[in-house]
């Protein structure tokens, strides 16, 4: 189990959508690198994505 942020929404702010994971030890907070190769986060139904999958459904998006 792992630990997971991200910020939803916030008003006239072009923040950070990544979903990022986060621990908290002896010296703080840390936010760590946003979780790649992963899907359904949120919604609790986690599926993991090959990398070529990723470049095929990002191509039919392309102009």
Aim: with cysteine.
């Amino acid at each position: 189990m792992r630990r997971c942020l991200t910020v939803l929404k916030m008003r006239g702010s072009m923040h950070d959508k990544d979903i990022r994971e986060y621990t908290i030890d002896g010296d703080g907070y840390h936010i760590g690198k946003p979780f790649t190769n992963v899907t359904g986060i949120l919604s609790g139904n986690i599926m993991h994505v090959t990398p070529a999958e990723i470049d095929r459904v990002g191509g039919l998006f392309q102009d």
